[in-house]
């Protein structure tokens, strides 16, 4: 079983699509709703989808992504977990509209 923890500030359509019903595979997908793909069908792959809002800061970002992030790692047990790091959430940048340091 794997978890795929998708940091990106857009939603993920990519792995959801690919892996959405495959119950081996989890995804926790936070991100901005407001911005490119919304993509409804690939949305109902998510296993666990955690909106943001535009300039969102680091604290609540942060504390958004522990609570369910161990929440996920709760619900289930794998033994492989991916990280995808985008950097369209990084302050400044105009697609993500996050406001997120590097730090």
């Known amino acids: ?20 019903n495959d119950e081996r ?6 991100y ?12 109902e792959g998510i296993s666990r989808s955690v909106h943001v809002g535009s300039m969102t800061s680091d604290r609540e970002y942060l504390r958004l992504l522990k609570k369910n992030l161990s929440a996920s790692l709760a619900e289930f047990k794998c033994s492989l977990v991916l990280y995808n790091a985008g950097t369209d959430s990084l302050e400044g940048d105009p697609l993500g509209c996050l406001d997120l340091s590097e730090e």
């Not at 595979?25 to 936070?30: A, C, E, H, Q, Y």
């Open 1 to 20: 079983k794997a978890m795929i923890v998708d940091v990106d500030a857009h939603q993920g359509n990519g792995h959801e699509r690919d892996f959405g």
């Open 25 to 30: 595979v989890f995804i926790l997908d936070i």
């Open 32 to 43: 901005n709703p407001r911005i490119y793909p919304r993509d409804h069908k690939a949305a």
